[in-house]
């Protein structure tokens, strides 16, 4: 029976509980099973090269014309080729003496609408994979008892074994299944981060 894969969740929560783990942070952390580190959110530092938007966060909103194109730019449906022309449209629209001002306050709203996508998808796949490691413990549970099992002859005890192996069978086939997906769950922050560097940067190249 495979349990590469239960051996390794039950690991972590051994280690979990050995280390008494005090921050809800680090808890996090040792939870997250993507290979990319765990990080709240993408700061303006990594990805903008204009103005500051230290406090622009709470003003966007204050623009209709802006706030219209943020949500439209932060919506999953809309494309790289739609955000560039829609972005340039905006910008050439813009008089001179606002426009740095006007594409900071975009990209503050982009920045902020598309790192609160991210961060659901990071509880999302912090809830998964803390499921899983739920599932490995009872499936351990389930695998001893039916270690202990083995060695005894009686009816009852093979009537037992023979429920347990129907269950484990189950249990690690869903496991395995769900395990799985893992990868192209840790994928989705990803492609957030990538389209905010992309709006970052077609918004930057048009100001002055």
């Given amino acids: 029976m495979k349990i590469d894969h239960i051996t390794r969740w039950l690991c972590m929560a051994t280690l979990l509980t050995a280390c008494s783990l005090s921050s809800a942070a680090t808890e996090d952390a040792a939870d997250w099973p993507c290979e990319q580190a765990l990080v709240s959110e993408v700061a303006a530092a990594v990805v903008w090269d204009g103005p500051s938007i230290d406090g622009l966060e709470a003003q966007w909103r204050e623009n209709p014309d802006v706030a219209a194109l943020v949500h439209r730019l932060a919506a999953r449906t809309t494309n790289e080729a739609q955000a560039t022309a829609a972005i340039a449209a905006f910008a050439e629209a813009q008089p001179a003496t606002a426009r740095d001002q006007r594409l900071s306050l975009l990209f ?3 920045l ?6 991210r961060q ?7 809830r998964y994979a803390r499921d899983q490691q739920r599932r490995a413990d009872g499936l351990g549970e389930r695998l001893s008892e039916f270690a202990q099992l083995e060695s005894d002859t009686s009816t009852a005890a093979q009537t037992r074994l023979t429920a347990l192996r129907g269950q484990i069978d189950i249990e690690q086939r869903i496991f395995d299944e769900r395990e799985s997906a893992i990868p192209f769950l840790c994928t989705r922050p990803r492609v957030i981060e990538q389209r905010i560097g992309q709006i970052a940067r077609e918004i930057a190249a048009h100001l002055e």
């Fill in 108 to 110: 503050a709203g982009v």
């Fill in 112 to 117: 902020q609408l598309l790192n609160q996508d």
């Fill in 120 to 126: 659901v998808l990071n509880e999302g796949i912090l």
